[in-house]
């Protein structure tokens, strides 16, 4: 069998062209929405959830509502304490953020010279932080009252406080204690218990606060008594979290079902008698997860546990273990997905159909309660950047899909309940064929989505159906032409305006602009035009499509890719010979005026230059590509004078890829306002992509910023309107 592959001679990369030092993002005022979860603390009255990219959640009701507080984007919270209502926690091992007012906002700081910081510890209404060779004791206004020195025969640091004593490693099969009562110190030669020969060095340390203390040799937890001053092996551990309440131990993990195909949560208790793990949770979990990394499990009394994880997980218990209620979760945000309403409110279809939503600003976000196989089982159901939606408000939307190779009882997939549960149903009638590669399209006329598809029956039975439907997501009206293909179709003050060709059109590169005034009853070609076929002189196989058509206000934006075969190569794969190709990219950029019924070409790429979105923001048009090293952004104030590019920078953050990933044809989705839009990108300091809202920066006053110049102490908070955007 031969295979035939193209492969792009460039390579995409997270950086834009430097053609100056900008930096995009520096006119932008950012909130990083996503994040991965480290730890949770509880003072008895709030809880607080923390983690990477300065992201804190808090709870002040038991955990039925929550709120976000944005640090600096480069905090990395790695655990926070409390004495009494206070909070005090670790950022980026070297400083300590804290809050006064039971988390609400936050202040940070700076030990003298800057220590690396192991651990934080609290005993009655001291903190303890454990740096290299020492322990310094602090008090609430982290003031130096005593230290202890800390001398260990190895490299690793850590402590944990049980009863009155804080304990930590002394090295190679030892621990050390301090009694904080009298201040006096000891320590356990673990051989003794004749649980080890040659023991290592004891790590992971954890206790149950009052006698017990656990420690992990490798991946086997041992357990140590300081009433019984007894040691012994309890069980080899999996890699998840795990803690101690009362004289039992827990542990938490996900696993991926291999027939339902999404993951069910494993609540774990040791059994010491029998020596093993006992699932202790009801296997009935009430969302639909797939994905879930946990970091982090605690016991906030006997019967409220809370767990955290990565993708900003959050799930809790109220019954000690045996029931779980999924607070929060956001593992999988495809950016061409995202639907942004107020806000408040926002939406993202995610691939197998999984519908995610947040109602709070993006603090939280949830996925619906309701799974089915259907959604893995029918291909169009596979990536949320390619299915045609449509939300009438936050409340109520729905998915198409449509598969002819797979018979199914829908082909559709809808929400009235703001995506808490999602519904199926098949709609007669509404089918897509795009054999010819004509995309399915959803605009909005006159207040209704009216969806786009394109059936290929044969060359006398070609059909282009435009389909108003309603709120109980039904077919209204259909309507029809027939030896056409729209590849996109864009809406202008209810008059419809659509970029297509004539199926029996000889000529390839040759395009029309189609109008309708009257709801696609009615279609006028308006005026013919023709793409550049080759771009330049010397180039001799060369693919050109249609690649992305965008309107802004009364211009019509038209991107042409041509994709140059420079060589190939054969490979045997598998007992196949597969053909690469190796490839050049280039674009070229085209506007239609519709006030002046004009078309022009207004830009061409430089080889290995690809334009991929032309959108406008801040009162300034934007085009997007990516090119050999860099992506890069091109503004111009109006298109009538172009005006040579600039080309922004891209430092931590990479480029939007919303952009890149979003279908062509389609119309923005994550653009709320002409200033206030939210994107994914790249984020190299935690090496992961991140969902960020952004808005554009708005004018200091002079008096303003010598007013911030003349501070001196850092001082992080929770401005209102949520989420913070000040640091002074």
Same mark, same amino acid.
């Given at each position: ?7 792009? $001679? ?68 790695? $655990? ?79 402590? #944990? ?81 795990? &803690? ?64 955290? $994880? ?5 799930? @809790? ?58 959604? !893995? ?60 590669? #004509? ?42 032409? @027939?030896?056409?293909?729209? !590849? ?26 189609? !109008? ?50 420079? $060589?190939?190569?054969? @490979? ?85 890829? &919303?952009?890149? @990933? ?33 808005? #554009? ?32």
């Amino acid at each position: 069998m031969k295979k035939i592959f193209l492969i792009s $001679g460039f390579l995409l990369i997270n950086a834009f062209c430097l053609l100056s030092q900008i930096s995009f993002y520096d006119a932008l005022e950012l909130t990083r929405v996503s994040a991965d979860f480290n730890g949770v603390a509880y003072n008895g009255s709030s809880i607080i959830v923390y983690g990477n990219g300065g992201v804190i959640l808090r709870s002040n009701n038991g955990g039925t509502t929550w709120e976000q507080t944005n640090l600096a984007d480069t905090i990395n919270i790695l $655990g926070v304490i409390n004495v009494g209502s206070n909070y005090y926690g670790i950022a980026n091992r070297r400083q300590i953020v804290y809050s006064y007012d039971n988390g609400k906002s936050w202040l940070l700081t700076e030990l003298p010279n800057k220590p690396y910081i192991y651990r934080l510890l609290t005993h009655q209404d001291k903190i303890y932080a454990i740096i290299e060779g020492k322990i310094l004791v602090l008090n609430q206004n982290l003031e130096s009252v005593k230290e202890y020195s800390l001398t260990t025969d190895s490299a690793y640091y850590d402590g #944990v406080v049980v009863g009155n004593k804080l304990v930590y490693p002394l090295g190679y099969g030892k621990l050390g204690y301090i009694n904080l009562d009298n201040e006096q110190k000891d320590s356990i030669r673990l051989d003794a218990y004749k649980i080890c020969d040659e023991c290592p060095v004891p790590i992971r340390l954890f206790s149950n606060k009052s006698n017990l203390i656990y420690f992990f040799f490798g991946k086997n937890l041992y357990q140590y008594d300081f009433k019984l001053r007894d040691a012994k092996f309890l069980f080899t551990t999996i890699s998840a979290p795990i &803690t101690a309440w009362n004289d039992e131990v827990f542990q938490i993990y996900s696993a991926k079902n291999p027939i339902r195909k999404i993951d069910s949560i494993y609540f774990m208790k040791f059994d010491k008698i029998n020596k093993q793990l006992l699932r202790i949770n009801a296997p009935l979990l009430d969302r639909f997860i797939v994905g879930t990394i946990f970091t982090h499990i605690s016991f906030l009394s006997e019967d409220t546990i809370i767990a955290v $994880g990565r993708d900003k997980l959050i799930y @809790m218990s109220f019954d000690g273990g045996i029931n779980w209620e999924l607070k929060s979760l956001l593992n999988d945000f495809i950016p061409a997905s995202l639907l942004l309403f107020n806000r408040e409110n926002a939406q993202i279809i995610a691939q197998y159909t999984r519908f995610f939503h947040t109602n709070n600003g993006g603090a939280t976000w949830l996925p619906q309660k309701n799974y089915s196989p259907v959604f !893995y089982e029918n291909s169009t159901f596979f990536n949320g950047a390619s299915t045609a939606g449509y939300f009438f408000s936050p409340m109520k939307g729905f998915v198409f899909g449509e598969s002819l190779l797979q018979s199914y009882d829908t082909n559709i997939v809808y929400t009235d309940d703001g995506s808490e549960t999602i519904k199926m149903k098949k709609v007669e009638d509404l089918q897509h064929i795009a054999s010819s590669g #004509v995309p399915k399209l959803i605009i909005t006329s006159f207040g209704k989505p009216m969806l786009i598809t394109h059936r290929y029956l044969g060359a006398s039975l070609d059909f282009q159906i435009f389909q108003i439907i309603n709120e109980d997501i039904e077919i209204d009206t259909t309507k029809y032409i @027939m030896g056409t293909e729209f !590849y996109s179709v864009l809406n202008r003050n209810d008059t419809l305006f659509a970029i297509g060709r004539y199926t029996s059109d000889s000529l390839s590169n040759r395009y029309y602009l189609f !109008y309708s005034p009257d709801t696609a009853s009615t279609w006028i070609e308006d005026f013919s035009f023709s793409f550049d076929t080759i771009p330049n002189s010397n180039s001799k196989e060369v693919l050109y499509t249609l690649a992305g058509v965008n309107m802004i206000n009364d211009k019509i934006f038209l991107t042409w890719n041509f994709t140059k075969i420079i $060589g190939d190569t054969i @490979m045997i794969i598998g007992g196949d010979t597969v053909r690469f190709f190796l490839t050049e990219n280039t674009s070229n950029l085209y506007v239609i005026n519709l006030k002046e019924k004009s078309f022009k070409k207004i830009f061409q790429s430089k080889s290995d230059e690809v334009i991929s979105k032309i959108f406008r923001l801040n009162n300034r048009y934007c085009i997007a590509g990516s090119g050999k090293k860099y992506f890069y952004w091109d503004y111009f104030e109006d298109i009538g004078s172009y005006i040579e590019p600039i080309r922004f920078i891209f430092k931590r953050y990479g480029p939007p890829q &919303t952009i890149f @990933m979003e279908s062509g044809y389609m119309p923005n989705r994550w653009i709320l306002s002409d200033t206030l839009f939210a994107f994914v990108a790249y984020d190299s300091l935690y090496r992961t992509n991140a969902l960020l809202y952004a808005r #554009v920066k708005q004018a200091t006053s002079a008096v303003e910023e010598s007013q911030i110049e003349e501070k001196n102490s850092l001082y992080i908070s929770r401005p209102i309107p949520n989420p913070a955007r000040n640091a002074t």
